[in-house]
């Protein structure tokens, strides 16, 4: 993917993190995903389900760029610690509305080994949805370590360690409105 032809850079815990992708540039392709919805969820009234805390922003301009009744909610899960997955998945706050027969859509900010789509789309699954869709605004492909394809893909991208747009570094630069990636520099920093 292109890297933008800016030289804003951002700093957390003394890392440096560049540009990677653009708000007009997610914006055009968030657009995009929603009228893709729009056509597939024809004769239906989809639950948007957003994870928490990391998807918000992309929930939040998906779900207006979606043409068609829908509902949205929101579960809260953790398995994120640092530049790392701890491997475990955490509910912190869960589903109470009934989804039987129901289009769920799972929001999600990224991607990254699959454990937290696969666990959710398992849990989703015991109370007999119609259908469950997954729609990522990022997809790290190589690092997954589960069999799952999402239904919709904002950006295809290498294994790197990304914030802005809702990702954060333990709590921060989730207010960021572009992407930014870790810079190659302090590559070596990763999950230190
Ligand atoms: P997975 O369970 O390994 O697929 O990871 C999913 C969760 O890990 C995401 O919802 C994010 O909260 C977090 N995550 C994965 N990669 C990144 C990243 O590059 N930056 C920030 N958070 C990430
Ligand atoms: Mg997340």
Same mark, same amino acid.
């Given at each position: 993917m292109d890297t933008p032809n800016c030289t804003k850079l951002k700093t957390y815990q003394g890392l440096t993190f560049e540009p990677y992708i653009e708000s007009d540039?997610?914006? /055009?392709?968030?657009? /995009?995903?929603?009228?893709?919805?729009?056509?597939?969820? /024809?004769? !239906?009234?989809?639950? =948007?389900?957003c994870v928490l805390n990391g998807a918000f922003? =992309?929930?939040?301009?998906?779900?207006?760029?979606?043409?068609?009744?829908a509902e949205i909610t929101f579960i809260r899960l953790k398995s994120y610690e640092g530049m790392g997955s701890t491997g475990k998945v955490k509910e912190v706050m869960g589903l109470t509305e009934n989804i039987e027969g129901r289009t769920i859509i799972l929001v999600e900010?990224?991607?990254? !080994?699959g454990n937290t789509i696969v666990k959710l789309i398992d849990d989703m699954k015991a109370h007999n949805p119609a259908r469950i869709k997954v729609a990522t605004l990022l997809f790290k492909e190589d690092a997954l370590q589960h069999?799952? /394809?999402p239904d919709y893909v904002g950006f295809n991208i290498p294994t790197k =360690?990304?914030?802005?747009?809702?990702?954060d570094l333990d709590g921060m630069a989730r207010n960021l409105p572009d992407i930014y990636v870790l810079s190659e520099k302090d590559k070596d920093k990763e999950n230190v």
């Open positions: 540039k997610i914006k /055009e392709r968030v657009a /995009e995903i929603g009228a893709q919805i729009t056509r597939d969820c /024809e004769g !239906t009234v989809p639950l =948007f389900v922003p =992309f929930a939040s301009d998906l779900i207006r760029a979606v043409d068609c009744d900010d990224i991607i990254d !080994t069999k799952v /394809e =360690f990304i914030i802005g747009y809702g990702l």
